[in-house]
């Protein structure tokens, strides 16, 4: 067999990674301007002549913007339309990203001209609840990144956030103090994560079945304590205090985003900041190096010196810690008391928003808002009489998960040792 050359391969390489680019570019432009032309054909016609409000309060009262709700449907239709083809056209490759958030910003702001026309969308009301409907998918999501960048599969977010969840509510309402509770939803994520640590690194069991048991687990230890302590005797078991919302002064003023941001609970705040601390870490730390190198490939790494259980372990328990803490929203932020199976599902939400968001913590923040805008949306327009089913918009982060996992926005790759057990030879 003839050897190839390496400046062989060099050429081969820059005459295909044109094509490729414009394969990308292409399946891009077409889904974009596929979108554009049902926002321009569909909610234009559809859109009633009135006009849309989006008001910088929480109510129908101050400032707001508006615009005519027929009108403003069109305008942003064909904005996502343009950006469409101008990814089809291939002139915009230093700013492909740029370019396909505007398609997807005129497309939500075309739906919106729509339902909105004649009414008004409260603009901090929405961009409160979004950001606190997604902090337990985020921090789900981190919690996720943590492990799978090692090399761990987290199937067990599901039980994780439910044991935070019960831990919350019982040692709050006992102690009678909400940092308390917070602190015993965080250990309760960890008995979970210290479980699948084990049975998955240890033992080197299956780790999504591993995963699947213990949210099963998860489920029937809660169910059972649930209704031999807190059903019979709420008041001493199932009243945890409600976490307090804290006021930054001066920042809290800013229109819009000081309401949203700089008057809301710590939960909120420490989501956020574990999003810059995870990326900092895993981008400019040996720790983040060496787990990198782990869920990438664990044998070369061990043969560097670094022990890769040991890493693994710790990655999977802090992984518990945050994704415990997570669970605690939901009875010291949310309800104000523990029910069984109150999570309904959200671990497995937030095991798609890490998906979606690729494996790493920014990623994971803008799946998560957009998950828990779909959320808050869809509350909005069932209250407000829209003809569109709510059910429909609890869907679409599901179907743009499943789009781009298919590969339709670009590459979405999992660490190449996620899910596998690692034996030391």
């Known amino acids: 067999m003839t050897p190839v050359s390496t400046a062989t391969v060099e050429d081969l390489t820059e005459a295909t990674a044109p ?131 090692s090399g761990v599969v987290n199937v067990a977010i599901e039980g994780q956030f439910l044991m935070g969840a019960f831990g919350a509510a019982l040692v709050g309402t006992m102690a009678t103090s909400v940092w308390l509770g917070l602190f015993s939803a965080a250990i309760g994520g960890v008995i979970i994560a210290a479980i699948l640590a084990v049975l998955a690194i240890r033992f080197l069991v299956d780790q999504v079945v591993v995963g699947i048991v213990l949210n099963l687990l998860a489920l029937g230890m809660t169910g059972f304590l649930y209704e031999r302590l807190m059903q019979t005797d709420a008041q001493s078991y199932n009243e945890p205090p409600r976490m307090p919302e804290w006021r930054i002064p001066g920042l809290a003023d800013i229109p819009v985003v000081g309401p949203v941001l700089f008057e809301t609970n710590l939960l909120v705040w420490l989501a956020l900041i574990l999003v810059f601390v995870i990326h900092f870490g895993l981008t400019r730390t040996r720790w983040g190096l060496r787990t990198r190198a782990v869920g990438e490939h664990p044998t070369a790494a061990d043969t560097v010196g670094i022990r890769v259980r040991g890493l693994r372990y710790l990655n999977v328990l802090l992984g518990g810690l945050i994704a415990g803490a997570g669970g605690a929203y939901f009875t010291l932020v949310a309800t104000g008391s523990f029910n069984k199976n109150m999570t309904a599902g959200a671990g497995f939400i937030a095991l798609a928003a890490l998906i979606f968001g690729r494996w790493t913590p920014f990623g994971a923040l803008g799946a998560a808002l957009f998950f828990g805008f779909a959320q808050k949306l869809a509350t909005y327009l069932s209250v407000a009489g829209s003809s569109v089913p709510s059910q429909f918009l609890n869907m679409l982060p599901y179907l743009a998960t499943i789009v781009a996992v298919a590969g339709l926005v670009g590459r979405v790759r999992a660490p190449a040792a996620d899910g596998q057990p690692y034996v030391k030879s």
Do not use: M, Y
Not at 59 to 76: E, P, T
Not at 91 to 101: D, E, I, P, Y
Not at 130 to 144: D, I, M, Q, S, Y
């Open 19 to 149: 094509a490729r680019f414009w394969d990308r570019q292409r399946r891009l432009g077409v889904g974009v301007a596929l979108i554009g032309v049902i926002a321009t054909a569909v909610f234009g016609p559809l859109a009633p002549s009135e006009t849309a409000r989006f008001t910088l309060s929480e109510d129908a009262n101050g400032a707001s913007l508006s615009i005519n709700g027929q009108f403003g449907a069109i305008l942003f239709g064909i904005v996502a339309l343009g950006a469409g083809a101008v990814l089809l056209a291939g002139v915009a490759r230093k700013h492909q990203t740029f370019v396909l958030s505007l398609g997807i910003l005129g497309f939500v702001l075309s739906f919106l001209c729509w339902q909105v026309a004649g009414k008004f969308l409260p603009l901090v009301d929405t961009a409160s609840g979004t950001l606190e409907l997604a902090v337990p998918l985020l921090l789900g999501a981190l919690a996720g990144v943590l492990g799978e960048r």
